[in-house]
């Protein structure tokens, strides 16, 4: 690069609009500016910086190592003639200061369940030995490589670090999560790639183009500015490659985007380098100290700056945040539907060891009164073919949003952002709550669970659907015609399945009454079929008003 040269990003909207930087700017300087090709250890250069600032720099951006998972790949060696290997945490000095270790988010793909990338039982021994780099997929190649340049001799990949056909080894690392992901030195995300052949696009940066624009037109012509050698990208960084990329899809990978401390975002167009401080892009068009990478706002940090990562200390902003993460997960695919306990294990073990709380099926013991009113949001397109005739996963109880078919949105009985906690009036009682697992939380088989509660009721008869949602009813009581019902069912009930529904009265404020609306079994337990509000006019009686409290078994 000639003295005195300046770098120009276009953001090709109606106008381009050009971002000038200083010579002395060490962005200016970035390979992806003006060195074409791009070369990989050019590369690997802008992560080393991004990572020694932030070590450097930011005091919240530190890992949380308090358990470590079974297993890592050994890369001492790699590209020395030296194969990697798996190695057992019992046998490493993690307490040595040096110790730190890479994880690896990434798309496993459809066909991963017969692809030659796991660990079995059956190769466990062999892997414990060498691990074939050749006999791997692309991303986890790229992964090594990336690892390696950067010094750092432990990688963290689950399908390699977990026994994949051994339940119980299974359980107990996926159990870990929580601890792997935070307690990992970097997260390396191969955010644009699809499956595990479409590798960390190491090689597909194109430099910026060459161009001598005149400086009194595009008005850079002043001191520390030139335009002898000016050059200009398209197209420049942007956040909806990380929000609609193949990753940011994924279920399981929602607790690994919002649980690391530190991510690089491997895209196609660009690294994108992400912390509790904020979002940075490869060729330093966006800087941000407030980005989110969900697309609902939420993210797990214990403060209020940076990221969007909101406060889990007080109870509002701590179920802010949980709903956030409840809608976020609900909206993504899952390969397989009976995994949706199992990926939402590391969230919920963040946040019971955040707050506290006692975890209860994706709700939580203190606010239940609160959780328990959950329902599917129908503004959001439901997964292809199932129309809401079998809405609900096998074995487990209605009364859990994770009963809901994967896929759909799944939101709170409120918007937080708008209603504050002190104006709602808990009107249920929690008399037995019991959720008993085969052996770990959410990644090993539920065995039972007892929900019994005591709140006022009133019976019901549901009317025929009007309009384009046939799940979302809008009908007046029948004996008071101003008392408005709107219920939002979580899946569809034909003919003798509207009567006698037996409506729940859940928590109440100054205009509505909310309550779940209950469908009696044949052992004289109810399922839960919807959620609602009954809106009351001011200074009338409400719905509820001299109905006698019942005590309910939910299942």
């Keep these: 690069m000639k003295d005195g040269s300046i770098h120009c990003a276009i953001y090709a909207k109606i106008y381009p609009r050009f971002i000038n930087r200083r010579i002395s700017d060490t962005i200016a300087n970035r390979a992806i500016w003006n ?66 270790y890479v994880a690896l988010s990434h798309c496993w793909g459809t066909a991963t369940p017969f692809a030659s990338f796991r660990t079995t039982r059956v190769n466990e021994a062999r892997h414990l030995h060498e691990i074939s780099i050749s006999d791997l997929p692309c991303t986890f190649q790229d992964a090594i490589r990336v690892t390696s340049a950067l010094g750092i001799r432990y990688l963290w990949i689950d399908s390699l670090c977990i026994v994949q056909d051994d339940k119980k080894d299974w359980a107990v690392e996926a159990a870990k999560m929580a601890h792997i992901y935070r307690g990992s030195y970097l997260t390396i995300a191969a955010t644009s ?52 990329a193949p990753l940011s899809r994924r279920a399981w990978v929602l607790q690994e985007q919002v ?53 889990l200390g007080s109870s509002r902003s701590a179920l802010l945040t949980w709903w956030s ?49 959950w329902h599917v949001d129908m503004r959001h397109p439901h997964p292809p073919g199932d129309q809401d005739l079998q809405p609900r996963l096998p074995g487990i109880p209605t009364w ?22 002190e104006g709602l009036k808990s009107r249920i009682k929690l008399i037995h709550c019991s959720v008993q697992w085969q052996d770990e939380p959410y990644t090993s088989p539920l065995v039972s669970s007892e929900l019994i509660v005591e709140a006022p009721v009133q ?36 003919g003798a399945e509207r009567e006698g529904i037996l409506l729940l009265l859940l928590f109440e404020d100054a205009v509505y009454e909310y309550a779940l609306a209950l469908k009696l079994q044949g052992d004289g337990a109810y399922a839960r079929v919807g959620f609602g509000h009954i809106d009351r006019p001011r200074g009338a009686e409400g719905f509820f008003s001299g109905c006698e409290s019942k005590r309910a078994t939910l299942v």
Excluded at 204 to 228: D, F, T
């Design 193 to 244: 790639a699809a499956n595990g052949d479409g590798g960390l696009f190491l090689g597909s940066v194109q430099a910026g183009l060459k161009m001598q624009p005149n400086g009194q037109s595009i008005g850079i012509a002043r001191e520390g500015y030139s335009s002898r050698d000016s050059y200009v990208r398209y197209p420049v960084a942007s956040r909806r490659v990380i929000w609609e």
């Design 325 to 373: 993460w409840v809608t976020e997960y609900s909206s993504r695919v899952l390969t397989f539907h009976s995994d949706k306990m199992a990926a939402m294990a590391g969230i919920a073990e963040h946040y019971q060891s955040r707050t506290g709380d006692t975890s209860v099926l994706g709700l939580w013991k203190r606010s239940l009164w609160f959780d328990l009113g």
């Design 259 to 311: 649980l690391s401390t530190r991510l690089v975002h491997f895209a196609r167009d660009q690294m994108y380098y992400q912390c509790y401080f904020g979002l940075q892009s490869e060729d330093g068009t966006i800087n941000d100290t407030g980005f989110e990478s969900l697309r609902s706002g939420a993210w797990a940090t214990e403060g209020d700056s940076g990221m969007g990562k909101r406060d």
């Design 400 to 421: 859990s949003w994770l009963s809901i078919y994967p896929g759909k949105y799944t939101t709170a009985p409120l918007n937080l952002e708008y209603h504050e906690m």
């Design 35 to 100: 060195s074409n090709p791009v070369t990989f250890d050019q590369r690997v250069g802008v992560i080393r910086e991004w990572l020694n600032n932030c070590c450097t720099k930011h005091e919240y951006c530190q890992p949380s190592r308090e358990k470590l998972p079974k297993r890592f790949i050994d890369l001492r060696g790699s590209g020395q003639g030296r194969s990697p290997a798996l190695a057992y945490s019992d046998d490493i000095n993690a307490s040595d200061p040096l110790f730190r």
């Design 459 to 494: 019976t019901t008869r549901l009317p025929q659907p009007r309009g384009k949602n046939p799940l979302r009813l809008e009908f007046e009581a029948e004996w008071n015609e101003f008392l408005r019902l709107t219920l939002f069912l979580d899946g569809l009930l034909e």
